[in-house]
Structure formats: C-alpha cells, structure tokens
C-alpha cells in the first residue's frame, strides 16, 4: 500500500467526519435555518395567543400548504403575537379580508395556520397584514369554561 | 466452604490484576512524550486501518437502521396523526443513543477484533519481543497509534453515522411515506439541540473509541501466544467490548440526559 493514497483516503475520511458533523450541526439541529430559494412574499398578522405554534411551520389554504411562518415575536406596542409567513409566489390572489385562524392537526398534532379567502376585491400585497385573525385554541381554556359552565348550571 | 472462598478470592485477584495490567499499559501506551519522526506516519496508517475499513460497513447499516426506524416510528405514529413527529423521533434516537452505540458495536466487531488478531499475531511470532531486543518500545510503536486511531475515528465514523442514517430515514419518511418535508425538518431542528445533544453524542463516541481500543489492544497484548489464544482473545475482544459500551451507555445516558 503506497503512503500517498493511505494519506489521501484518511484525509477524505476526516473530511467525511466534518461534513457529517457540520450536517448534523446545521440541518439537523438548526443552528441556522436552511434558506429556501423558491420565490416568497411575506404577509403579517397579529394573534392574541399563538400558543404551540412554531417557526417553520405551515400556513395552508383550503388544506394546500402554501407558505411558512418565518417568525414570530411579541409586538410592544399592543402585547399580541406578530407573526410573519412567507407566502408563495404563485398564490397572488388572497384578499384582504383574508380571516387567519392556529389551527391544529389531530388532537396531538403540531399547530398551523389556516387562511381562508374572502370576497374583497383588493389583493394582499408584498409586507401587508391580515387584520381577521383568530388565535389558537389553549385547550386548558375551554375545559375549564366547560367546567364552570357544568358548575352553574347545578346551581 | 474454604475452597470456595479461595477461589472466589483467587478469581478476584486474578480479575483486579487483569484491570490493573491493562490499565498501566493502556497509561504507557497512551501518554508520554510524543514521536514527531514517526508518529504521524503510523498514525495515518492506523486511522487508514482502523476508520476508512470500517466506512462501508458503517454506511451501509447507517443507511438501514435510519430506514427502518423511521418505517416502524412511521407506523405508530400515523395512528395518532403525529407522523410530522418522525423526523423528531428518528433524530433524537440516532444522535443520543443509536449513532453512538451501533457504531461503536460495529466498530468493535470490524476493527476491535482485526487489531486484537494482528497484536496478538506479533506476539506469537515474537514480533514484539525482537522490537523489545532493538531498543524500540512496542507500546509505543504499535500500541500507541492504534489507541489513538480509535479515539479519533470513533467519533467520525459515529458522526457519519448518524448523517447516513437521517439520509435513509429521510428517503423512507419523506420520499416514500409522503412525511410534509417541511414539518419533518422543522420538528427535527426545534427538538435536537446542538450542545445537549450532538456534542453529548459526540463525547460518547469518543468514550467508546476509546474503551473498545482498550480492550481489543490489551487482549491482543496479553493473549497466550498459540493460534488457540488468538482465537480466545478475539472472541473476548467482541464480547467485552460489547457489553462494556451498552453499560457505559447506560452511565453515560444518566449523567448526560438523566432526571436533573
């Protein structure tokens, strides 16, 4: 076994280590997103609870995914959630009574956010918000509504 | 009665001799002043034995435990509607626990036992005695490379382990089951957590290069020079390395992961 192509091989398997390590660092555990390249705008909205909702995750329309959210980040100026999507591109025809609602998938499932199209004829441009939101159902909530519902009716 | 309790006391010395001469050996071998001349060149040529021959093995069984883990985690959780919690599952299962472990299992079946066959052969055909005669030192020469190839392979082949394995469960999950990839991704990435978890998985690789050369390099180095002793010291290469990973495992999963 010649020295150069043991040198060669060890060298290339160090490399693989680092590359995998780098992978392991970056796309796996999120040191910094992964940028995606397709063509976005981005649309805000204001939620008074987005509880459960995360980074990344999806904005639908009529069950389709067609968007993410980017980020989400409490506004000072009221104390309600501001949460930004990136919209696809091609869907260019929401209106501007366009209602938001966190909806979840199963009883366990991970949190999103569903728009549903209004009848407006204005069209949501490039950085405008959607004013028609409705949060995120905190199941806590209701259960214990539910509960002093149940108690003042034996009253 | 007595007799017993003469046995059980000789098997105890016996066995506290065995950690105490692997132990001096594995200190001599692995500290001391390092060779500058002839170092690097035996190290690189341990790393070539010890890391590049185990890369196949390591690929193609990295490959399929990611598949079917995220094939059997794919059938339990659709029941539930949670299969955006796959990537999640298969991550954190491989860089906590399965990376770590399997390769390191592997690892000490590819390379433990070929370093446990090639020592022990040195020292029946009195290899090592003759270096001794030259004034060359065999813990140094021979032992001392092969350590230290283990430590530092261990981790690398773990790390690609690992990334092989998330490839295949990608290819099974995403590609296959129709997992959103977004959702696959994004999970993954707000579960796994950089320092808690891919440097815990990484010191555990180390700990288990480190113990698997251990053992292979001192069972070759205290093996009865016949071919019979070869054979026996292999196969407890295998077997002690084995189980001395999936305790250390458990110890090490405690203090990294365990109740705080």
């Known amino acids: 076994m010649r020295l150069r192509t043991v040198e060669i091989s060890v060298g290339a398997f160090m490399l693989a280590g680092i590359l995998a390590l780098a992978f392991l660092a970056i796309q796996v555990s999120g040191l910094s997103i992964r940028e995606n390249n397709r063509a976005t705008y981005t649309l805000y909205a204001h939620f ?33 959630a501001k949460v ?18 966190i909806q979840t998938a ?28 409705q949060s995120a159902l905190v199941l806590e909530d209701l259960i214990g509504k539910f509960l002093t519902s149940m108690g003042n009716k034996k009253d | 009665m007595l007799n017993f309790l003469q046995r059980l006391g000789a098997t105890g010395l016996e066995t506290l001799a065995v950690f105490g001469r692997s132990g001096i050996i594995w200190w001599h071998a692995l500290w001391g002043w390092p060779d500058w001349r002839n170092g690097p060149r035996l190290l690189i040529r341990q790393l070539y034995f010890v890391g590049v021959y185990s890369l196949v093995i390591i690929v193609v069984s990295g490959i399929f435990i990611g598949m079917v883990l995220a094939l059997q985690g794919y059938t339990v959780l659709v029941r539930f509607g949670a299969d955006q919690a796959l990537g999640q599952l298969v991550s954190l299962a491989l860089i906590r626990e399965l990376g770590p472990v399997v390769a390191a299992l592997l690892f000490a079946g590819r390379a433990g036992s070929a370093l446990t066959a090639e020592i022990g052969l040195m020292k029946a055909t009195e290899q ?29 082949l773990a790390q690609i382990f690992n990334m092989v394995a998330i490839w295949g ?62 054979s026996t010291a292999t196969t407890r290469t295998v077997v002690y390395s084995s189980l001395a990973i999936l305790g250390m495992d458990f110890l ?9």
Not at chain 1, 60 to 73: D, E, L, Q
Not at chain 2, 129 to 137: C, F, K, L, P, R
Not at chain 2, 138 to 153: E, F, N, T
């Open chain 1, 48 to 80: 008074n609870n987005v509880a459960g909702l995360a980074v990344r995750a999806k904005v639908s329309m009529a069950g389709v995914v067609i968007g993410r959210v980017t980020s989400i980040t409490l506004d000072p100026k009221d104390g309600r």
């Open chain 1, 84 to 101: 930004a999507m990136s919209i696809d591109k091609s869907v260019n025809y929401l209106t501007t009574d366009t209602i938001a609602a």
């Open chain 1, 106 to 133: 199963g009883i366990l499932g991970e949190k999103y956010i569903a728009l549903s199209n209004g009848g407006d004829p204005d069209i949501l441009k490039d950085g405008d918000e959607i004013t028609d939101t």
């Open chain 2, 128 to 156: 090592l005695a003759s270096m001794e005669m030259i004034g060359v030192d065999p813990l140094k020469r021979v032992l001392r490379p092969r350590l230290w190839a283990g430590m530092i392979s261990m981790p690398i």
């Open chain 2, 169 to 230: 469960a990608v290819a099974v999950g995403v590609d296959w089951l129709q997992v959103d990839a977004g959702s696959f991704w994004a999970n993954m990435q707000s579960a796994v957590e950089f320092r808690e978890d891919v440097v815990n998985g990484l010191i555990k690789s180390v700990a288990f290069g480190a113990v698997v050369t251990w053992i292979a390099v001192f069972q070759g180095y205290d093996a009865a020079p016949t071919s019979e002793g070869i």
């Open chain 2, 252 to 260: 090490l999963t405690a203090v990294m992961f365990g109740v705080k």
